[in-house]
């Protein structure tokens, strides 16, 4: 008779508790029904409602308050800007969505109370790699955001870039940031001061101002030169100006040239990884020192270096 009474409470006790389980999560899907991985996008996917026990530091700004949005049906960021009296540009920024695409019906949105380009934190970016890409002060970033935990950030973060321009997709400064997200960044290809930058400078050769498409870096004579990114060897020789000369083909239209080489360690078609040794410094060309002319090519078009470096 023990045995069955035993065998009673412990039933009913069990079925209280599964019972109290599925009112509580009831409770909590009721509560907070748009904390959903989706609503950060794919770099801050990872989060989760609970993880770590806080989500808040996440999306503290001072000034700005967030809302979730559930889209519905024939929805567009152009017709929710209007309704919620807000650039698109915001929206986009906020939500990730600088693709030109529009928001899946019955998907979460996060609202913010005021206008501004804002940036989620994704993985292998720190404070100074946004604040370089979007042409901002990386002080005007920390005083926007006293919560970002340091130039580290948090991945998952939202940060309020005062002054930013809106970057779409296939804005190279948008790239370069993915690039860093995909661990795709680039290494500093060879140790030493920066001895010119990229853009307008006076030729120290003809004397002449002209445009300097890429970094000019002086570690000294015969320094190691290493790939900045994993790539295929296009070119391995000498060419006008450059004196000898490595080009390496990364894919999707990028490219990094290495000039003024003492000497070329690569041949054409070789495939390198990133860090791998392929040449030495040395002063081929026009150079008046030994020094490494190192570039980065979008499609065959110069673009700063330090966009891309991250180190």
Do not use: C
Request: aromatic residues 10%.
């Amino acid at each position: 008779m023990m045995d069955f009474w035993r065998r009673t409470i412990w039933f009913i006790a069990i079925l209280l508790s599964l019972l109290w389980l599925g009112l509580a999560g009831w409770v909590i899907r009721q509560s907070f029904p748009a904390l959903s991985p989706q609503v950060l996008g794919p770099a801050a996917a990872s989060p989760s409602p609970g993880e770590k026990g806080d989500w808040a530091p996440l999306f503290h700004i001072p000034g700005v308050e967030f809302k979730f949005y559930r889209v519905e049906a024939h929805d567009t960021y152009a017709a929710l800007a209007l309704k919620f009296g807000l650039r698109e540009s915001s929206l986009r920024s906020l939500n990730q969505a600088n693709d030109g695409s529009n928001p899946a019906p019955q998907s979460s949105l996060l609202i913010p109370s005021k206008d501004g380009i804002f940036h989620v934190m994704g993985p292998g970016q720190d404070l100074s790699d946004v604040a370089r890409a979007y042409g901002v002060p990386l002080k005007s970033i920390l005083e926007a955001n006293p919560e970002a935990g340091g130039l580290e950030g948090r991945r998952g973060q939202v940060l309020y870039l005062p002054g930013a321009p809106y970057l779409a997709k296939d804005d190279v400064h948008w790239l370069a940031l993915k690039s860093l997200a995909d661990e795709r960044g680039f290494l500093k290809p060879t140790t030493g001061r920066f001895a010119d930058g990229f853009g307008p400078r006076v030729n120290p050769i003809s004397g002449k101002k002209e445009f300097h498409p890429g970094l000019d870096l002086a570690p000294g004579w015969r320094a190691r030169v290493v790939a900045a990114q994993s790539g295929e060897v296009i070119f391995a020789g000498i060419q006008a100006g450059y004196g000898r000369l490595i080009i390496l083909d990364h894919g999707g239209g990028l490219t990094s040239r290495y000039g003024h080489l003492d000497q070329i360690l690569v041949k054409v078609h070789q495939r390198v990884l990133k860090g791998d040794l392929i040449g030495r410094v040395g002063m081929t060309g026009m150079a008046t020192g030994p020094h490494l002319h190192f570039e980065v090519r979008l499609n065959n078009q110069p673009q700063n270096p330090l966009i891309y470096l991250t180190q």
